[in-house]
Nanobody, 117 residues
Framework: QVQLVESGGGLVQAGGSLRLSCAAS????????MGWYRQAPGKQRELVAT???????NYADSVKGRFTISRDNAKNTVYLQMNSLKPEDTAVYYC???????????WGQGTQITVSS
């Protein structure tokens, strides 16, 4: 089994910055793509950003230019640097990873990001 543990959430004022981290541990042969998703109350979970094992990135239009996803393959860790935060970024943020040849998806427990105006 694989566990994803997130850290770095909290309360921040609009225009501020936060960095999220997500470390994978457990029975891991390889990690394929990793990503961040978010879910606000009453809304469905949505893509924030993804990064492949080779470093190719993809961002939601709403965060492009403000957020940066990166990963440290040696540490099995993915990061999300969030700058110029807006109140509409408020949500629970979830880490995701595709693991091994079957690309089995694992999810973190979620971390709350609240952006005040």
């Amino acid at each position: 089994q694989v566990q994803l543990v997130e850290s770095g959430g909290g309360l921040v004022q609009a225009g501020g910055s936060l960095r999220l981290s997500c470390a994978a541990s457990g029975s891991i042969s390889s990690i394929n793509a990793m990503g961040w998703y978010r879910q606000a109350p009453g809304k469905q979970r949505e893509l924030v950003a993804t990064i492949t094992s080779g470093g190719s990135t993809n961002y939601a239009d709403s965060v492009k230019g403000r957020f940066t996803i990166s990963r440290d393959n040696a540490k099995n860790t993915v990061y999300l640097q969030m700058n110029s935060l807006k109140p509409e970024d408020t949500a629970v943020y979830y880490c995701n990873a595709g693991v091994d040849d079957r690309n089995y998806n694992y999810w973190g427990q979620g971390t709350q990001i609240t952006v005040s105006s």
